[in-house]
């Protein structure tokens, strides 16, 4: 289970990039509103994405698809925030508050969990629509700095809130790396990183 920080509509990409470029094409658990996106939701379902119906009595069964997908052999990419953040600045930050579906699955599956932080994305799209879309037309022209920092696989704990207490950390570790490759300036460790 690959578990990362969520922090633009942009990360998703450069994140499955990094792990293409190291041969890892993980299925995606993603917010089910992306499969009504024209062609996106072709993608999503061709490649056996898991989508996740948040708020409903569906969503516990994202986890089950999962479970199925990683007893097969897939490597699985999953958000442990579940949403992005409620912020339209550009800046860098520890992520948010983690979901506990991530140490569920990794007890339910026994599969390790691999931390990985990204940093620069919202350089490539934040803020509201109209900033998001001029931000993804100019960002070849802008390069902006972007750094994907993957951490050394891990056992959660069995129980669910000190496993995701434990990923949450080992993720904003890895962030915390990736930002400080690409210069940008983040908070004291425990400053703002408490919920």
Request: with cysteine; glycine share 10%.
């Amino acid at each position: 289970i690959i578990v990362a920080n969520h922090t633009s509509l942009a990360d998703p990409g450069i994140v499955l990039a990094a792990l293409r470029r190291l041969g890892v094409e993980p299925v995606v658990m993603a917010a089910a509103g992306l499969w009504r996106v024209p062609v996106l939701g072709r993608l999503l379902e061709r490649g056996g994405h898991v989508p996740v119906h948040r708020g409903t009595d569906r969503a516990a069964s994202a986890l089950d698809t999962a479970a199925l997908a990683l007893g097969n052999g897939r490597h699985l990419l999953i958000y442990g925030e579940g949403r992005l953040p409620c912020r339209t600045d550009a800046a860098e930050a520890p992520p948010e508050v983690f979901r506990s579906g991530l140490a569920r699955l990794a007890h339910v599956s026994g599969a390790p969990v691999v931390p990985l932080g990204q940093a620069g994305a919202r350089r490539v799209s934040s803020g509201p629509c109209v900033k998001q879309i001029s931000g993804f037309l100019t960002a070849p022209a802008r390069r902006p700095r972007l750094h994907v920092h993957i951490g050394a696989p891990l056992r959660l704990p069995a129980e669910v809130g000190a496993a995701t207490a434990a990923a949450r950390a080992a993720v904003t570790a890895a962030w915390r790396t990736a930002a400080h490759r690409i210069g940008e300036p983040v908070p004291l460790a425990g400053s703002a990183e408490q919920p």
